[in-house]
């Protein structure tokens, strides 16, 4: 049984963006059309873990910068034969938030299986 599309859906992306859905589609064997209604509905039934994914990865990557930056510093500090006393704070954060990340991304593992 064939659905009659009868609904257009219009929203904005990238040119790269479109080519890259564009050469998928193409291995796939399906026209773009075709996969982007897959696509729709995979979401609609809670199976789309990469915006899940996509969301944690800006929220860790804003919340990794500012530790970033701080162990840049204190390795600069290190590399002129100093020894940067918020060192081991850095590196404490940091190690809490990699372990975080790891225990979401596991988390979203979990609910992507059937």
């Known amino acids: 049984m064939t659905i009659q599309s009868t609904t257009r859906l219009t929203f904005r992306c990238s040119t790269s963006e479109v080519e890259q859905a564009r050469r998928r589609a193409e291995r796939e064997g399906v026209t773009l059309s075709v996969a982007l209604r897959c696509l729709l509905a995979d979401y609609a039934a809670g199976r789309m873990p990469s915006v899940q994914i996509a969301r944690t990865n800006e929220e860790l990557r804003d919340t ?3 530790i970033g930056v ?3 510093q204190a390795a600069r500090s290190l590399n002129a034969g100093e020894f940067p006393s918020e060192l081991e704070s850095i590196l404490r954060d940091l190690a809490t938030k990699v372990r975080e ?3 979401q991304l596991d988390a979203l593992k ?3 299986r059937p």
């Open 110 to 112: 979990r609910r992507r």
């Open 64 to 66: 990794l910068r500012p």
């Open 101 to 103: 990340l790891v225990w």
């Open 70 to 72: 701080n162990l840049n």
